[in-house]
């Protein structure tokens, strides 16, 4: 696994074996469950503008909407629920992944506390995530493991496709106070066990902020930043 300083030299020394992306993800969290994430492109110059639009109902049990712009269409895409499977922009997370970034749906899921481990030698619970028969995942079951010091957060997941096989692992490091009761990863990294290949989230910045409704509008995905 990576560490932070290690992450920090591959954003800065761009190696050719590296394939770097600098986005802005802005959230908004909603108290009827109508969340909203999106998510635009800045860096590499073929990847400029390129931007998503995630709408999550998980209130109701609708399905969740997402929507990319893409540079060579020049028009807003629909992402079916089936491609939500798909890799996100060639990296070991998929649509679903960034989706479920912001939180999880506890609804959707059968839930199982499977024991004790150590992690990292921190001492955690192993938590088992199976999804309900109507749930849209591509994912048979996932295991979660989080710290029994009391403070909400995860330090490791591991992802098991629809036939049972581990697939990938993600270790989350870097876990600090975002703001008052709010614990966030400073580094998300996710390897692909079936592919062999490492995607890292590394988060430089999080502030909050006010934004409008029509930051969240599909209309949105065709106006530059």
């Not at 849209?136 to 010091?149: I, L």
């Not at 614990?183 to 062999?196: A, G, Q, S, T, Y």
Request: proline content about 3%; overall charge positive; hydrophobic content about 35%.
């Amino acid at each position: 696994w990576y560490t932070i300083e290690e992450a920090e030299n591959l954003r800065r020394n761009q190696g050719w074996a590296v394939r770097h992306y600098k986005i802005i993800r802005q959230l908004r969290y909603d108290i009827d469950g109508e969340d909203r994430v999106r998510i635009l492109f800045l860096e590499p110059p073929r990847d400029k503008d390129t931007s998503f639009l995630f709408w999550r109902h998980w209130r109701t049990g609708k399905a969740d909407d997402i929507w990319g712009w893409f540079s060579v269409l020049r028009r807003p895409k629909r992402i079916n629920a089936p491609d939500q499977r798909d890799s996100f922009m060639g990296t070991s997370l998929t649509f679903e992944d960034i989706r479920r970034l912001m939180g999880e749906n506890l609804n959707d899921f059968i839930i199982t506390l499977a024991g004790e481990e150590i992690i990292d030698g921190i001492k955690s619970y192993k938590i088992i995530l199976e999804p309900k028969e109507k749930t849209n995942t591509g994912y048979e079951r996932r295991e979660f493991w989080r710290a029994k010091n009391g403070l909400p957060y995860f330090l490791q997941i591991k992802y098991y496709d629809r036939k049972g096989r581990l697939i990938k692992s993600q270790k989350n490091s870097g876990i600090y106070e975002f703001k008052s009761g709010i614990w966030r990863p400073r580094l998300v990294e996710m390897r692909n066990i079936k592919d062999n290949y490492t995607s890292l989230l590394y988060f430089a910045k999080r502030e909050v902020k006010n934004f409008e409704d029509r930051n969240f509008e599909i209309s949105t995905l065709e106006r530059k930043r």
